[in-house]
């Protein structure tokens, strides 16, 4: 039988020993488990970074995967610990929304609240919930603990503006969730939206207050060096993009500022 996966996505940075202890904790509840690093270097609170890059990695990892997500500016007070089972695996983190993106692309079949203080760590710090309740949550999905176990179901989560998409009559408005290190400035809009709008050749968008029409691609050297286009990128949203060139800065664009998508 193959070992179950964890697969951790933080802020917590490597210069700490706070990666260590959720790894320590896991292994201690979990010994046989793996442990995958997605990434422990979003920028530091920004749940929208730690969002987008978890949906972007989570669909290649094997079914039954335990993602935990520690993006938690919000440690300590009122928000809620949570699962999130999926059809593919399970997302353990806070209710801010950072879970969001990749739980709804794979499926949410249910949510719990994380509850039951038997699954967790004896003594709870206020302040680092990543190793005294996700690390040891996750470690007991992993040892096949049925994650209604955890705590009372829940039916609403966080919905953060990030993961909405209004649509109008002619027209979507969302946002930009990412600005990756080439530049390309990555919507919110996936598929769907590129379909609803009748995007053929051209794409006709406006970035916060700069209106685009742009070539619609499937490589970026369909274009000359220089020159802007749009694409479906590797993670399946939408991307204004330079040829060779940053669109981010060419077009003074930065994450969380608004989109709009027009109809063709």
């Known amino acids: 039988m193959p070992s179950p996966i964890i697969a951790l ?6 210069r700490d020993p706070y990666v260590a202890e959720m790894k320590a904790v896991i292994l201690s509840i979990s010994p046989n488990a793996t442990i995958v690093d997605v990434t422990h270097e979003i920028e530091k609170f920004n749940i929208k970074m730690g969002a987008y890059v978890l949906a972007s990695a ?8 335990t993602h935990v997500a520690v993006v938690d500016p919000g440690v300590g007070t009122k928000r809620r610990p949570i699962i999130i089972q999926t059809k593919h695996g399970f997302y353990v983190g806070p209710d801010n929304g950072v879970l969001v993106l990749a739980a709804r692309s794979q499926g949410v079949e249910h949510t719990y609240e994380i509850a039951n203080c038997k699954l967790l760590l004896p003594k709870i710090s206020s302040t680092f919930h990543g190793r005294d309740i996700f690390a040891p949550a996750a470690a007991h999905l992993a040892n096949g603990t049925p994650p209604a176990e955890f705590g009372p179901e829940i039916h609403e989560i966080v919905t953060p503006e990030f993961a909405t998409i209004i649509r109008r009559k002619d027209m979507f408005v969302g946002e930009v969730i990412h600005v990756d290190n080439f530049g390309n400035i990555i919507t919110n809009f996936g598929e769907r939206e590129i ?3 009748k995007v053929k050749d051209m794409v006709d968008v406006k970035l916060r207050d700069v209106r685009l029409k742009l070539k619609f691609c ?3 050297a369909e274009v000359e060096p220089q020159k802007p286009l749009a694409i479906i990128g590797s993670h399946t949203f939408l991307e204004i993009s330079i040829n060779q060139g940053n669109a981010a800065e060419t077009f003074k664009i930065k994450s969380g500022d608004k989109a709009t998508l027009y109809r063709s």
Do not use: I, W
């Not at 996505?9 to 490597?14: E, F, I, P, V």
């Not at 989570?58 to 995967?65: C, D, I, L, Q, V």
């Open 195 to 197: 379909e609803l709008t």
């Open 58 to 65: 989570s669909p290649y990892f094997p079914k039954g995967t």
């Open 218 to 220: 499937k490589a970026y």
């Open 9 to 14: 996505t933080t802020d917590l940075g490597l």
